[in-house]
């Protein structure tokens, strides 16, 4: 092993041996620490402050001796760590001694305090020897105390005696400033008095000497007070309720009033508040003065604006422009005079104006409960909604700014302005349904005038029907629509509803008119023109009614009419034009009773009579207008169907009808073969066996009818055979 090797090997042994040392003499400072811990008793965490020294030590002595560069430091590690420890014990030391100082003096100064205590418990004990000897001499002062007391009161009512035996004289003199207005003064001394009378029931409560007995005797001696508040405020509450007034004529006069109500508060406040318990509150207070005031002027507004109840209908609109210019004229009283005489804190015009817009719709309420017609409705709506709150009364230039109407809310609530315009639009349409009817009855009298109607600008006859009816519906929607769009919609579907049942009513005089006309022709002369009126009337209703609705519907409603309306409508008008054309048949009557037969073939007349009174009758309809006239043009079916009747007919070859009738039945599948049989016998020259084969045919090709086929001859009836004219047996013989 080399030198440097055995250097190497010897090294540890060198440096386990410092370590040892050093170590130690860590542990000793540590086991001295603990003796001086078991001697003057132990520290707090004395085992964790042991543990973490050993612990620190190890790892230092670790670091420093496992580094052989360190090796070379291990003297001067071992003197630091004898000067360290040198240190150490020294401030140990010092800390001792200076703990061991404390110590003393602490015993020292417990010593003095024991001495002082002891000195001040035998003074104490000599003090309540004195008290327990001198215990008879205080009970003996219990009665100097009361006459004290006694005396202190009556040198109280001495004091107060003067103004005790003055009571009775002073009341007739504020008694008499009362009637001499002189507000003020007069209630000087009512305060004086009412002071008197209150320090001395305070004085009894406090020394717990107020008896009934003693409280009777006080009231009866200042029975007047209780006469005399009462008497001002009688004279008060008349000064404020005349304070509109008195504003302009005597304002000193109101602000006295004002003056003893504030003066009033304030006693009201002082005895409140030294009232708390267990304090004394005299009778009749707190008097609460400014509310009354309020109330006395609520009263008063009430009384003088909202009692006049109108005797007659017509006069509500004028009751209601009455209460417009007085209530205007009020406000700007309190705005120009009655606030500079009024304090701030009254906020006058609020409250004034609150009590107006209060005191109105309770009166509105009122006028509610009446049995009213749509005009006042109306009125009452219309000044409701859009007056009052306008700047002809709440918003008028003269109440700007201090008036701010944006805070009132409305005067009636949603809920009965609903009602109320539900019941408008029930009124209403019981007017126009009496008033239409009326209408319809006189319209339906005219019909059977010997006059016929007047004609328009086109020449086309008409009557004053729709021009009434659309004249009254639009003044209806036109009022509607001054108080809300909500009322114009209601009222205009309900005018569609009574325009419905107009044209019902219209249908059923219709039925009516046709039925008289038949039974007595004489009496309707003018029956034709007056349906073609109708028919007029029905088409201008149609347009007056889109025109009068346009703006009134919702944009998917406001292009096509109502369906149960335009039903109702097209019902009327398809009446007038069925009766027309009933009556036209009519007329044809005795040409068509001679059809189907040889005569209509062979004779002119029959022909040229029908074409005259379908003439005539055309020319009246053209006095119906357009679209209507045109309903009286021939259909193409019917057009086709004589053509086709036509060829059968004037067949000349009667072989070949057989041919022809299957074409025109497969046509025409509804025809029956009695239709067939009074054709070929219309032509006259069709012999019985074509006769029976043309049916044979007809028999071997039976017809279904086609689906949607509209039919034609099975409405037509088939009228029975003449008869042969033939003799008796007798005279044929």
Known sequence: MGFCDQVWWHQPLAVAGNYHEITGRRAFRVKRLAAFTRKYGEWPEVEKAEKLARGAALKWASGVFYQTHKLESLGYYRIREIQRNSSIQSRIKSTVQSYLEGVSMGLEQLHSAMADVQYVHQALGSVCQELASNANSFQNLQSLREVAVEYAQLGSVAQALPRLFSVHELLPEIFDLLQHQHLLEAHTGLMDLESLRDDILAQLHHHNLLSSSHLASIESYFGGLPRLNSALAQHLWHVVASGMRLVSEDPPLFVSALRIIEREESIDAALLLRAQPPGFLPSGRPKCWRKKFFQVIQDTIVAARFQAV??????????????????????????????????????????????YHQGLTNHLHHILTWDLDKQEIFALLHWTIHVYPSPEVMTHPSLLPEVDASTLGPLLPTDTVDHLEETYVGKVQANIAQWMQKTLEIEFKEWFSDKEPEVDSQGCFQTSLPI???????????????????????????????????????????????????????????????????????????????ALYVNDMSPSESSKMPLALNAALEKAQKKAGRLLLEEMLADLQPSFAQLPSRRWLSESQLMTGVCEVTVKHVRSFCKAHK???????????????????????????????????????????????????????????????????????????????????????????????????????????
């Not at 509500?316 to 120009?336: E, G, N, T, W």
């Not at 519906?473 to 205009?492: H, Y």
């Not at 009574?498 to 029956?527: I, W």
């Open 310 to 355: 109108p005797n007659l209908v017509q006069h509500l609109p004028r009751h209601l422009a009455s209460l417009q210019s007085s209530i205007l004229a009020d406000l700007c009283v309190v705005k120009d005079l009655m606030a500079q005489c009024c304090p701030p804190h009254y906020n006058i015009i609020s409250a004034f104006v609150a009590m």
């Open 627 to 733: 679209p209507i006239s045109k309903g009286l043009a021939e259909n193409e079916q019917t057009l086709k169907v004589i053509d086709d009747l036509q060829e059968l007919i004037s067949l000349k070859d009667p072989s070949m009808l057989s041919l022809e009738v299957l074409g025109f039945v497969t046509k025409y599948p509804d025809i029956s073969d009695d239709h067939i049989s009074m054709l070929l016998e219309l032509r006259g020259d069709v012999s019985k066996e074509i006769r029976n084969s043309v049916l044979e045919i007809m028999e071997q090709n039976p017809q279904v009818l086609p689906e949607n086929y509209e039919l034609v001859f099975s409405n037509i009836l088939v009228p029975a055979p003449e008869l042969p004219f033939c003799l008796g047996k007798s005279k044929c013989a």
């Open 468 to 546: 009434i009816v659309m004249k009254m519906l639009d003044e209806n929607i036109r009022a509607a629509s001054l108080i809300s769009d909500t009322l114009r919609q209601k009222v205009c579907s309900m005018t569609l509803r009574e325009l419905e049942a107009v044209l019902g009513s219209l249908y059923d005089k219709l039925v009516e008119f046709s039925n008289e006309h038949q039974q007595e022709p004489a009496a309707s002369t003018c029956y034709t023109p007056y349906l073609l009126a109708t028919l007029n009337n029905c088409l201008t209703l149609s347009t007056s009614i889109s």
